[in-house]
């Protein structure tokens, strides 16, 4: 069974810049966050495929990277110029089934990845 570690998470000003680092146990691909509000859904913000294609969510183009370390079984995600509707449990995701996360508008669902892990929590305060 695949595990998934994540780090980096914090509480930062509006303006300030976290990264958020995953690192799977064993080779995996199709690698992504996901972010819950309190008291909101949880949804999609950024994935990266091997072939290295990125997707992000309009919320988060211009302000995050995502990246991919595949020797180290690792994704990283840059948020800059956070804002306090980042605020969330960010979950890191692998295996993703991309075909349900763009049927679902990136909307989690029980069978948006195989693997989750057990989410890192950034706070930024105005």
């Known amino acids: 069974e695949l595990e998934l570690v994540e780090s980096g998470g914090g509480s930062v000003q509006a303006g300030g810049s976290l990264t958020l680092s995953c690192r799977a146990s064993?080779?995996?691909?199709?690698m992504g966050w996901f972010r819950q509000p309190s008291g909101d859904k949880c949804e999609l913000v950024s994935y990266?495929?091997?072939?290295?294609?990125?997707f992000y969510v309009d919320s988060a183009k211009g302000r995050f990277s995502i990246s991919q370390d595949n020797a180290e079984n690792m994704v990283a995600l840059r948020m800059n110029s956070l804002k306090p509707e980042d605020t969330a449990m960010y979950y890191c995701?692998?295996?993703?089934?991309?075909?349900?996360?763009?049927?679902?508008?990136?909307?989690?669902?029980?069978?948006?990845?195989?693997?989750w892990g057990q989410g890192t929590q950034v706070t930024v305060s105005s």
């Open positions: 995701a692998a295996d993703l089934n991309l075909a349900d996360v763009q049927r679902r508008g990136g909307t989690w669902s029980d069978i948006s990845a195989n693997y």
């Open positions: 990266i495929r091997s072939d290295d294609y990125k």
């Open positions: 064993g080779a995996t691909s199709r």
